[in-house]
């Protein structure tokens, strides 16, 4: 008989996402009063009302039983969009947006992308391995379970690798499933001529990071005054040919056409999409690129958040991310999802399905992470709530009291 290794029993509500019909952006979501969700060998062996399932899984019989009443067991989130790697403090600039200045007006003077850059380059290995570390804990607690993270503050080949090697040895020692994305197209260098180092990043910092084998995606900033459109597909169809699957920073500040260059790569996402429009948002879905949207991007920068709602009526399916960086400080998928409904319309149901299912198929994991059914991972939290729309409606509060990875208790 297969070792029972978790039953997690008499949960007030078991948030049981699983394949959606496409018939709404929360299809798929089957919330069970008085649940329970048996694990063995790190995956889900059965979900559902906890008599049934205790009297097949009896806890006793598991390595591991929480009795969860009165609280909710959900997925673990899926963050599709981080820039979790690097060294530096930007709390300033926060007084400074505070004060008037623009996100453009500190980059210009040399703050911003450039400034971490800066920091991030003078930093040793082991400082930002433990930088990283330190804010996947946070994460974690946060209810993270898997994290996709990027490149992009070093801007040399040298730097570059650096912070994927970091990713690469927080994945090993870290219980995050960690999904590192190459994104040397970041920012234009100090000094540097944009296509000069758009040159540089096919002919020298490409090969290098494929040579690895350490990144997953490469991502481009298409944005006015850093990547133009067509350097920016330079760069993606060449990070394709080197294995890597393109990602895109799309219509963040200006409308220029990032979304629809994502569609036309076959890019896996498109992300950030404040100023996309509804042909946009079509292309995506022709293309089967998944739009991601940062709704604490939207209101740290206190601009207007994306048409999460003219997307969804659409049929889009919209996946939500922390796009946690050092001007968007915020490690909290379940503060994205309060965004979201607040700034975004967004229903709880909704949120909660775009912050997993529909995150996992942001990083192209569209059969792991991100589901509670069976067969999937083991990858659970359970809340300290009576149901999952208690993490949106309980915003600045973390509702998160256990983490499971993998049948696991990781956090507690
Ligand atoms: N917009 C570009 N990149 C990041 C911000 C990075 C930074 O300001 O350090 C983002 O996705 O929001
Ligand atoms: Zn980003």
Known sequence: MTDLQLVVHDASEVAAVRDGDGSSASSGLEPIDDGAVA?????????????????EYPPENAETAID???????????????????????????????????YQEIMAEGGGILRT??????ADDETLLANLLDHLDVMLAHGSTTVEVKSGYGLDAETEL?????????????????VATYMGAHAVPEGSDADEYVDEVI???????????IAEFCDVF????VFSVEQSRRILEAGRAHGLAPKVHAEEFVHLGGTQLAADVGATSADHLLHATTDDVRALIDAGTVPVLLPGTAFGLRTEYADARGMLEEGAPVALATDFNPNCYSHSMGYATTLACVGMRMTP????????????AAIDRPDGPGRLEVGAPADLCVLDAPSHVHVPYSFGVNRVDTVVKDGEVVHE
């Open 117 to 122: 850059v800066r920091a991030t380059r003078e």
């Open 68 to 102: 969860a009443t009165g609280r909710t067991v959900q997925p673990g989130f899926v963050d599709p969009h981080t820039h979790a790697v690097f060294a530096g403090d930007r709390s300033d600039e926060f007084e400074a947006k505070l004060q008037g200045k623009s």
């Open 162 to 178: 650096r912070m994927l090697e970091a990713i690469e040895r927080a994945d090993e020692r870290h219980p995050i499933d960690l």
């Open 222 to 225: 298409c944005e006015e005054d």
């Open 203 to 213: 002919d020298e910092q490409l090969p290098t990071v494929a040579d690895q084998g």
């Open 39 to 55: 694990v063995v060998d790190g995956e889900i062996e059965a979900v559902g009302d906890s008599g049934a399932i205790t009297r």
């Open 349 to 360: 149901a909704e949120a909660l399905v775009a912050a997993t299912r529909t995150a996992a």
